[in-house]
């Protein structure tokens, strides 16, 4: 038997580490089973997960894992007898969460250990690569990859091929392959889970696409928050030179090429592209004019591809597997699965991989196992800072590029974030702006100095000082500053802000004409008092208060003082009469 | 040596010698020999960046505007913790702003400032990739996941117990 426990980012700050440590405490010199790890299991909102194995099959998922039960999960290894474990045993309902995904760009997650070579290769690894070195030309790898109909995964969907295809026609000895895991959306961590999950299917993508285009080095440019991916990518990279599959005439086959690791270094906007290419080249990274695009000239001056983590984790499946039966799942337009971070008040969170053409609902409620703690689903986020919230109506939207780009929202990386009642939409669209403005690179007006309009506007509707006309006026702002910028960033920006004015108007004009915030969420316009009805007079509150604001005698209806009151919430949460009224 | 007459704290730039060997040779290598820079002295003091600037033969203007842009780097220095508040859209949904209020209210920091007794240091981040377990922070590396006001507050204490304050 073997034991396994699910030791990615989420999984370590769940507690995985820690229940490692005590399962190693209690086990002694000759056990009848081994200790292992691997990485995203996917399921987060189970974490911390430990498998029980034999050899390939697995017996039971143990889920919620702490310390204490390290002495049952020991002893049901090693005795066989699983009843020990009951108890930690994952329900029907929640194996549904995984049951109902395809997966392709994850199908090693939480099956491998990530820093096994030989884990990778029995799991058909570098099989793709051998086979494209060796039976294949760099146009047939392109064609294949144009059958499979494979768009980016980093947010436009731009078709793989036609990129490869316009890098390979560019003539150069030296041109570079580089792989964009910047995950820079605040709320989305696929590609984290696929470097640190199964690093060696990126390089083996990679190479791949460097075959392709006739690339002599390969460069991934990971954000800095990721330690655990970095270090995990590196072990591969070192293995992967060892075993010939990096490096000079791989595999015997002629062909060479590099690879190596470029951490960021905190800058949302070093996700596009051409910004990366500057921050790549040792400079502040700020968008470079298009034309030249990166395939006529990129990283020093060079040609270059710039591709998604995903992206490239799809490839040596498409390989093995052949584009038609890629192509076979998804839309007209859409083609293969799509990888999605599930999070906000989702119940069950994690990550998900289902084909394209399935539903919004099928992803919140579906798998999601929709809202927590009973409350309505309001809109869900998709694409981050620059994409936008879809509502309640829209729920049965297909996910497909052209499908969602038409709710005003986008595809985006992944990022999906569920918000219910309580979720203020104007103060989305702020927490955005605030983003976007902080982030702008600063290089055009209209993104620089529009960002930071929008964001006044919206702090001043958020405070209650919102003026008539101020919904018509960002608008106008939104216009101008998708029209006037220079890089998607600021060609974005204004998206989070249209779709809540287009869904949720109403919410906006609650904010400015009545000074109300529907969601209860923007502070500054709301009014505590207390239901003399349902006041018991146990001055609780009036202890807590650290206001002073709130003043009765024992066992009498007590009152609040609004002028004093900082609307703290805290009389809200000592209450156990539900006295309080917010409004 | 570097010949640099800032003012300001000397460093000991003897640390960086092995850094700019093997880097200094080209200024894209900028990024990464800051980043090295940081993680020997824990920011990035201005007689570094002015050593850096000779040696990678660029101006030091070239090199606090990198400096400047990327908001891992810092330029002064930090406590023995460093808080990181993920700020990210996971956690703002789920309560991240309460939580940072009560983490600056009982440390009397703000956003990139540092406790009197050196010890915390608070950091607003935009997502440190576990965002189905928000909101989330991390300390020195180490992330803490579904927090209240309240538990965030007590891990701060924990620590505090820990170090005798
Ligand atoms: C502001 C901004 C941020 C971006 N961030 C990312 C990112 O974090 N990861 C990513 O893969 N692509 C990001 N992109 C898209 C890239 O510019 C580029 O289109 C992509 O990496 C290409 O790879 P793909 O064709 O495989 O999707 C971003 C674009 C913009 C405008
Ligand atoms: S649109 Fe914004 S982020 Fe993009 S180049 Fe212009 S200022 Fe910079
Ligand atoms: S919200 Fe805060 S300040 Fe206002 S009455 Fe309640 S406890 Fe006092
Ligand atoms: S805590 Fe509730 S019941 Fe007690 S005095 Fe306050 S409002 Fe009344
Ligand atoms: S299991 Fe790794 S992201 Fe949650
Ligand atoms: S949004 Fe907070 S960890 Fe990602």
Redesign the pocket.
């Known amino acids: 038997m073997r034991i396994v426990i699910g030791e990615g980012s989420c999984g370590i700050a769940a507690g995985a580490s820690k229940v490692h440590k005590a399962i190693e405490a209690v086990m002694t010199a000759n056990e009848p089973f081994s200790l292992g790890s691997t990485g995203c299991i996917g399921m987060c909102f189970l974490e911390p997960i430990v498998d029980l194995y034999d050899g390939k099959t697995l017996l039971r998922r143990l889920v919620k894992v702490t310390a204490d039960d390290a002495v049952s999960i020991v002893e049901a290894a090693r005795s066989g007898d699983l009843s020990k474990v009951d108890s930690i045993t994952i329900s029907a309902e929640d194996e549904e969460f995984l049951n109902r995904q395809t997966r392709i760009a994850l199908r090693h997650c939480g099956l491998i250990d990530p820093v096994s070579l030989d884990d990778y290769r029995e799991a058909d690894g570098y099989q793709a690569l051998e086979k494209a070195l060796k039976t294949m030309t760099p146009e047939q790898v392109i064609e294949e990859i144009k059958i499979s109909g494979l768009a980016g995964r980093g947010g436009a969907g731009f078709p793989t091929w036609f990129k490869w295809n316009a890098a390979r026609q560019s003539v150069s000895d030296t041109k570079y392959l580089i792989c964009n895991a910047d995950e820079g959306d605040p709320g989305a961590f696929m590609d984290r889970a696929v470097i640190e999950s199964d690093p060696h299917s990126l390089i083996e993508g990679m190479l791949i696409g460097a075959y392709a285009i006739g690339a002599c080095e390969m460069i991934v440019y990971v954000r800095a928050e990721y330690p655990l991916a970095i270090a995990n990518l590196e072990i591969a990279i070192a293995q992967a030179k060892k075993a010939n599959l990096l490096g000079e005439n791989i595999l015997g086959t002629g062909f060479s090429c590099d690879m190596r690791i470029k951490a960021g270094a905190g800058a949302f906007v070093c996700g596009e592209e051409t910004a990366l290419i500057e921050s790549l080249e040792g400079k502040r990274g700020m968008p470079r004019l298009k034309p030249p695009v990166p395939a006529q000239k990129g990283y020093m001056d060079e040609p270059s591809n710039i591709n998604n983590v995903e992206t490239f984790a799809n490839v040596s499946w498409i390989i093995n597997n052949g584009g038609e039966a890629f192509a076979a799942m998804g839309t007209e337009n859409s083609k293969g699965t799509k990888v999605f971070a599930l999070t906000g008040k989702i119940r069950k969170g994690g990550l998900v991989e289902i084909p394209m053409g399935k539903t919004l609902r099928d992803v919140i409620y579906g798998i999601g196992g929709g809202i927590r703690d009973n409350k309505e689903f309001k809109a869900v986020q998709m694409g981050g800072p620059s994409g936008g919230c879809i509502p309640k109506e829209l729920l049965d939207t297909f996910i497909d590029y052209k499908a969602l780009a038409a709710t005003g929202a986008i595809m985006g990386s992944g990022g999906m974030v569920v918000m219910d009642e309580s979720t203020c939409m104007v103060g989305m669209a702020k927490f955005f702006l605030d983003f976007t403005a902080l982030e702008s690179c600063g290089k055009c007006v209209h993104c620089r100095i529009g960002t930071a309009r929008m964001q006044e506007i919206l702090t001043r509707i958020v405070k209650g000082e919102g003026k008539d006309g101020d919904i018509e006026l960002l608008e106008e702002l939104c216009e101008a500053v998708k029209d006037g910028a220079l890089c998607g960033l600021g060609q974005t920006a204004p998206n989070p802000v249209l779709t809540t004015i287009r869904y949720f108007r109403n919410e906006y004009e609650a904010h400015i004409k009545e000074k109300k915030c529907p969601a209860k969420e923007c502070v500054d316009l709301l009014t ?1 008092s207390i239901d003399a009805e349902a006041c018991r007079g146990c001055t609780l ?1 009036a202890k ?4 002073h ?2 003043s009765g005698a024992v066992k009498q209806a007590h009152v ?1 003082n609004s002028e ?9 949460n ?1 209450c156990r009469f539900g006295a ?1 009224i917010v409004e | 040596m570097c010949q640099c007459n800032c003012h300001g704290p000397k460093s000991d730039l003897s640390l960086l010698d092995d850094v700019l060997k093997e880097y200094a040779g080209s200024s894209s290598n900028l990024i990464t020999i800051l980043q090295k820079a940081q993680n020997i002295y824990g920011y990035l003091p201005k007689d570094v960046m002015y050593c850096i600037a000779d040696k990678v033969g660029i101006t030091p203007a070239d090199v606090m505007g990198v400096a400047t842009f990327y908001s891992q780097f810092r330029l002064t220095p930090i406590g023995k913790y460093l808080i990181m508040s993920c700020q990210g859209t996971a956690c703002h949904v789920n309560g991240s702003e309460r939580v940072t209020a009560a983490i600056s209210e009982y440390l009397g920091i703000g956003n990139g400032e540092t406790t009197a007794d050196g010890l915390f240091t608070l950091e607003n981040v935009a997502c440190l990739g576990c965002c189905s377990l928000a909101p989330v922070i991390m300390i020195n590396g180490e992330a803490y996941g579904n927090l209240t006001p309240d538990s965030a507050v007590a891990v701060l204490k924990g620590i505090q117990e820990k170090e005798g304050k």
Do not use: L
């Open positions: 505590y509150c807590k208060c650290p206001a604001a709130i609040i004093a009151c900082i609307r703290c919430g805290q009389c809200v000592s309080i």
